[in-house]
């Protein structure tokens, strides 16, 4: 029973921090970090002000989570390689997985771009610390690739820094893209054309063969 109940308030509790994170999310990306308040981020997840606090600790803490959250789900892909992983199907599972949290998600994703254009005030000891490991070690990875031969002998930053750009492009400049597409949001074919699109070209240039991916599912 104790187990039970245990369980049952973790369940509570993994509901509303999800709840307020997405709720900050809405809100830092209309107002930025200076123009959001915990209130405001309160209203928005329908709690008091402090649950906020209670979960989360402080305004700095929830905005940082969230940054992290999500590059978390960007890498995830990356984070099971080895030297022995397909390189082709490794590079298009990065691209197409980035490519739909960017639509699925782009409140985080252009939250985070804010951060970084803002010259990263809350996330320098991260980019300079953890996610400068993290490359350092998914580079390590794709060296051993090339020495094998199943790639050409690139710079492995130099490629993760292209498919995050690549594929951050079509939400950072989403205006941009469907006016000149003359409609308001890419369709289901249009995404999987740009990951076709972007696989063809990073992976040749990489020289890789492309793999057989089937498309994007409809959800």
């Keep these: 029973m104790t187990a039970v109940i ?21 809100v830092f990306s209309q107002h930025g970090y200076r123009g959001a308040s915990l209130q405001a981020i309160a209203d928005q997840a329908g709690l008091p002000k402090a649950n906020i606090l209670y979960y989360m600790g402080s305004k700095q803490a929830l ?9 978390s ?31 699925r998600y782009p409140e985080g994703s252009k939250l985070f771009a804010a951060e970084i254009l803002a010259g990263a005030p809350f996330l320098n000891e ?18 051993q690739w090339a020495v094998q031969g199943k ?41 999987e054309s740009i990951c076709q699109f972007l696989e063809q070209v990073i992976l040749k240039g990489c020289g890789i063969s492309m793999p057989k991916i089937p498309p994007i599912p409809h959800e």
């Design 151 to 191: 790639m050409d002998d690139v710079d492995p930053r130099w490629l993760i820094f292209l498919i995050w750009s690549a594929t951050q492009h079509y939400t950072e400049y989403s205006a941009q893209v469907s006016g000149i597409l003359g409609r308001d949001v890419l369709s289901e074919e249009d995404i």
């Design 73 to 103: 789900r960007w890498n995830a892909v990356l984070e099971d390689i080895t030297p022995e992983s397909d390189p082709g199907r490794v590079l298009s599972d990065f691209i197409r997985t980035k490519m739909v949290l960017g639509q």
């Design 63 to 71: 905005y940082v989570r969230l940054l992290d959250r999500m590059m």
């Design 6 to 26: 245990a369980t049952q308030e973790n369940t509570g509790r993994d509901r509303i921090e999800q709840s307020i994170l997405a709720a900050a999310e809405q």
């Design 126 to 143: 991260y980019l300079a610390g953890e996610l400068r490991d993290w490359v350092a070690s998914r580079a390590a990875i794709i060296r």
